[in-house]
């Protein structure tokens, strides 16, 4: 599997955008890049998905590269219960497979 | 629509019992995923499965691990003589059909198993 790379960590102020880095420098073409978090103690929790084009859902926005090496998470405003691990990851579009998680960005949110 | 479901919650152990764990996939999903976090670590693969079938247990510790997901019923994920080395949560996914492509996986709660 292509590996991802992000910051061990990152800090946002509530009701402030917050912008979660991933870089990607083997992607293949038919990966997508999917965002999950993990609140504590919870399971995962599918955040996000794209392939080339920018995407937008209730929950966040994703942006992505023109050459597709890199990705960003964007939470448009903090709040305190946004406090978790995301994880980029990369998943070949042609099958369900299984899905291999690095070590996450933790976010803190502080009020 | 109900989500991932999984019990028990929390499962304590002596070393040397077995342990079972069970999962309800989502309803219309026939893909179920194992994942292990062990304390303080990320979540790593275990095994695929799809109804009656692995697909790919290359995550699979090759001794007193074992995974099923039978026609009807939960999948189960099964250790035997466990040790205290296998305290971890264990955590189970789901998705849907093989032909969506950029499929999502919707995970359920954990077991969070504890070997005294």
């Known amino acids: 599997d292509a590996k991802t790379t992000q910051p061990n960590s990152m800090e946002s102020n509530e009701e402030e955008p917050v912008h979660l880095p991933c870089n990607h420098s083997t992607i293949s073409g038919t990966d997508y890049i999917h965002w999950y978090r993990q609140l504590p103690s919870q399971g995962p929790e599918y955040v996000i998905h794209?392939?080339?084009s920018n995407v937008n859902n209730r929950m966040a926005s994703l942006a992505i590269a023109e050459d597709r090496k890199s990705s960003t998470l964007i939470l448009h405003r903090a709040t305190l219960r946004d406090a978790a691990v995301y994880y980029c990851?990369?998943?070949?579009?042609?099958?369900?497979?299984?899905?291999?998680f690095g070590d996450g960005t933790t976010l803190t949110v502080k009020p | 629509n109900a989500g991932v479901m999984q019990n028990p919650r929390h499962l304590v152990r002596r070393r040397g019992q077995e342990a079972r764990l069970r999962c309800s996939p989502m309803?219309?999903?026939?893909?179920v995923y194992w994942y292990r976090q062990l304390p303080e670590e990320g979540l790593k693969f275990m095994v695929y499965l799809q109804k009656e079938n692995i697909i790919d247990e290359s995550g699979m510790p090759k001794e007193r691990f074992s995974a099923e997901f039978p026609k009807e019923g939960p999948s189960i994920l099964r250790i035997q003589q466990v040790v205290r080395g296998d305290s971890a949560a264990y955590f189970c996914a789901s998705s849907p059909d093989l032909d969506r492509v950029g499929n999502e996986q919707f995970f359920g709660p954990g077991t969070r198993l504890t070997v005294l």
């Open positions: 990851i990369l998943k070949p579009g042609t099958n369900a497979g299984k899905s291999t």
């Open positions: 794209g392939l080339t």
């Open positions: 309803k219309g999903h026939s893909h």
